[in-house]
């Protein structure tokens, strides 16, 4: 579905791959990667951490021409460091 807004779109477009049952979710994958040149689609990880990192991608794409979106995204950067320095911590 990425790869048909795609191309007809001059807008950025953003793909993640559902996880399905059969395959889960490789095939979702490929149908979005493989598009061929000139059709350009953003492809994330299947998924949860896909669609997550597709709204981060976006907002940071916002970003650009909008000041309150960069600083809401460095600060959720820097949390997230936190986190992540945390859980190092706790395996010490």
Do not use: H
């Amino acid at each position: 579905m990425p790869g048909m807004v795609a191309a007809k779109t001059t807008l950025p477009v953003i793909g993640v791959p559902v996880k399905s049952r059969a395959l889960s979710g490789v095939d979702s994958l490929y149908s979005i990667v493989q598009m061929p040149g000139g059709v350009p689609v953003a492809t994330m990880a299947i998924g949860e951490a896909g669609a997550t990192n597709a709204a981060l991608f976006a907002l940071r794409l916002l970003s650009v021409e909008d000041q309150a979106i960069a600083i809401a995204l460095a600060d959720f950067a820097e949390e997230q460091g936190k986190i992540a320095e945390e859980s190092t911590n706790e395996l010490i």
